[in-house]
């Protein structure tokens, strides 16, 4: 078509009526794509004619006991409990997701957790944007965290003050993964840098560090945080709970985000610290300019699957007795009316973990497309 | 400007130099040969660093190189390097690689330092990629950029290490021309190749290694009509003989 100009713009002008551009179009239409797609071969076809079936014996009464057999509102547990077995009792999600969302929090005041949540959502929502990364996105997040503890805290502007110990639910596994993360990513860089040092003292106290914090289950990091460390604190010195678990869930991320970071570190061809050396830039320039956007960029899976994770781990702190949104759900459980409706509500939390672990998984295929698309034929 | 005075290098127990001497004077342009294993690339990365040695001497423009860190700053600041695989910076563009150096290096000015590297894109004829990554040119593009950016430092000594091995045969030319400009502006200039067409026209001393020894120095016209020794009469065949 290149080669003879004149032919290539008839065959376009006349092509959407041409009969070989509506023998194309019929390739599209539901009976060749099932053809191809679910009855290419004998075996696809029993596999597909199997598969239906088992949709058609599962998904009917799951659709009833989900949606259709459902209780969705009741005064009391009466009407849930005579429809064990047939429905769902969403009846027990609606009673208490005040207490499953806010925790312990006065009453009254779950406006302050619900707005300080609302506003951590929209921080992550703004970071997210990369029109948004600039200069000033540290002074919003700055601005937006301190208006976040006021919200929690209070004690200032006539609000009253509450004490962390009653914070709980939501706003606390969103409040753990925000500093989490914030806070180990650097220093998982930090000890991704140290561990490719060529110091041996650094080397080794980074390698320590991983081997040693990644060698121990979350839950026992979480009991030495809890239970040893306020030990070894000079008397009079007091860590509050919430701070100390937070400690531990930030070396715990570390640690993982430290080899996540190092994998990328890796990939860097030799040529490029040697160009840079050339150049005469110091390390932290050519660490800074260089070797972290690229190697950055190349561990954005392995990160955000350490990132997802993370927010997972994060509901571990209730065997500290903190109260985040998993252990609220265990705790309202507890009640005895509404004992044995467990299925509901670990589904509740189920959607909710979901729904914030598929936004970042989702947002970090996108921002891996965006990226590549800036640097447009990187490699032809 | 370059003095080596019995320099030796191992790696682990392989001796990669054996005390090495040379002398490059300013302005003098060196072309150094040799089959490959023979030392050629540790000699030239001794000259910024990118190796050490560990005995002997090595002074560039007065200034002997040990292990201190300022020193071999000081004298990464003067000496350009061309590599053979270009290490340009995937991540920047064309115009970011070249003003990276005098902006973080040299505290430039950027509209200063964007003036010299478009002038310097000039000189290397391709002004009109400025603004595009490194992976969307070819080879000769890319490697005239990584010339423009060690030039970009103003440096007084220029190194180049097979600049021309990973190119297609099209492309070396358009990368030898800018050499040749270059050295008939006076930089000196010490360039491990293989092109012996660039070294007759351009070398004032074609240095000859092998096993980590120079074996041979002498001006181009010497060098290729009566080489002295049988390891350079059996390179010189080889390289020329079809």
């Known amino acids: 078509m290149a080669t003879d100009p004149v032919f290539g713009r008839g065959e376009t002008l006349i092509s959407p009526i041409s009969p070989s551009f509506r023998r194309q179009r019929g390739n599209w239409g539901l009976t060749p794509w099932l053809r191809a797609n679910l009855f290419s071969s004998r075996l696809s076809a029993v596999t597909t004619l199997f598969i239906v079936y088992l949709l058609w014996q599962a998904l009917p009464p799951l659709i009833d006991w989900a949606f259709l057999d459902a209780v969705w509102t009741a005064p009391d547990s009466k009407a849930c409990r005579a429809a064990s077995g047939k429905g769902a009792c969403w009846a027990f999600v609606a009673e208490k997701h005040r207490f499953i969302l806010f925790g312990t929090y006065p009453f009254e005041q779950h406006w302050r957790p619900a707005l300080a949540t609302v506003l951590l959502i929209a921080l992550w929502a703004l970071s997210a944007l990369r029109a948004c990364w600039k200069w000033w996105l540290a002074l919003v997040w700055a601005g937006g965290l301190a208006v976040i503890g006021v919200l929690m805290w209070g004690g200032v502007f006539g609000l009253g003050y509450v004490e962390n110990e009653r914070w709980g639910g939501l706003i606390l596994t969103l409040i753990l993964t925000t500093f989490g993360l914030a806070f180990a990513f650097p220093l998982a860089v930090l000890l991704a840098l140290a561990r490719r040092s060529g110091m041996p003292v650094l080397r080794g106290l980074a390698v320590g ?47 993982y985000l430290a080899e996540a970071v190092r994998g990328g570190l890796q990939a860097i061809p030799p040529g490029q610290y040697e160009a840079a050396d050339a150049l005469g830039l110091s390390y932290w320039r050519k660490t800074l300019l260089i070797v ?82 800036a640097e447009a034929g990187r490699r032809r | 400007m370059i003095q080596m005075r019995k320099v030796n290098k191992w790696f682990g127990r392989f001796h990669a130099l054996k005390d090495l001497d040379l002398v490059v004077g300013r302005g003098e342009k060196y072309v150094v040969c040799g089959p490959s294993g023979s030392g050629k690339s540790t000699m030239i990365r001794l000259i910024n660093q990118l190796e050490t040695h560990q005995s002997g001497q090595v002074i560039v423009d007065g200034v002997e190189l040990d292990n201190d860190l300022r020193k071999i700053d000081a004298v990464r600041r003067e000496v350009g390097m061309v590599f053979q695989s270009f290490n340009l910076f995937p991540h920047l563009t064309v115009l970011e690689n070249l003003t990276l150096g005098p902006i973080w290096v040299q505290s430039m000015p950027a509209p200063e330092a964007k003036e010299l590297a478009m002038q310097l894109l000039e000189r290397v004829r391709i002004p009109e990629q400025a603004a595009k990554h490194p992976g969307q040119l070819s080879g000769g593009q890319q490697q005239r950029v990584a010339i423009a950016r060690a030039l970009c430092m103003r440096p007084k000594l220029m190194l180049f290490d097979e600049p021309t091995s990973a190119l297609d045969p099209e492309m070396i030319k358009e990368v030898l021309d800018v050499m040749v400009e270059l050295a008939a502006e006076g930089m000196t200039m010490i360039v491990v190749t293989h092109e012996m067409g660039f070294a007759r026209t351009v070398a004032d001393r074609v240095v000859f290694m092998d096993q980590g020894e120079i074996v041979e120095s002498a001006p181009p016209g010497d060098f290729f009509s009566s080489p002295q020794t049988a390891r350079a009469r059996l390179f010189l065949s080889q390289i020329l003989g079809h």
């Not at chain 1, 040693?212 to 070894?232: D, K, N, T, W």
């Not at chain 1, 954005?300 to 699957?305: A, D, Q, S, T, Y």
């Not at chain 1, 936004?359 to 990226?371: D, P, V």
Request: hydrophobic content about 60%.
């Open chain 1, 292 to 373: 972290l956007p690229q190697a950055l960029r190349i561990a954005i899976p392995p990160l955000v699957n350490s990132f997802i994770s993370f927010f997972k781990d994060t509901s571990l702190v209730l065997i500290i007795g903190l109260f985040d949104l998993l252990s609220t759900i265990k705790v309202a459980l507890t009640e005895p009316a509404w004992s044995g409706f467990g299925v509901e509500a670990y589904l509740f939390a189920a959607i909710v973990y979901f729904l914030f672990c598929h936004a970042m998984s989702r947002y970090s295929q996108n921002l891996e497309r965006e990226l590549a698309k």
């Open chain 1, 209 to 255: 560090f991983i081997e040693l914090v990644r060698g121990v289950p979350l839950i026992s990091l979480l009991f030495m945080a809890s239970v040893m460390l306020p030990l070894f604190l000079p008397s009079g010195v007091a860590i509050d709970k919430l701070l100390r678990a937070q400690i531990a869930l930030i070396l715990f991320a570390a640690a």
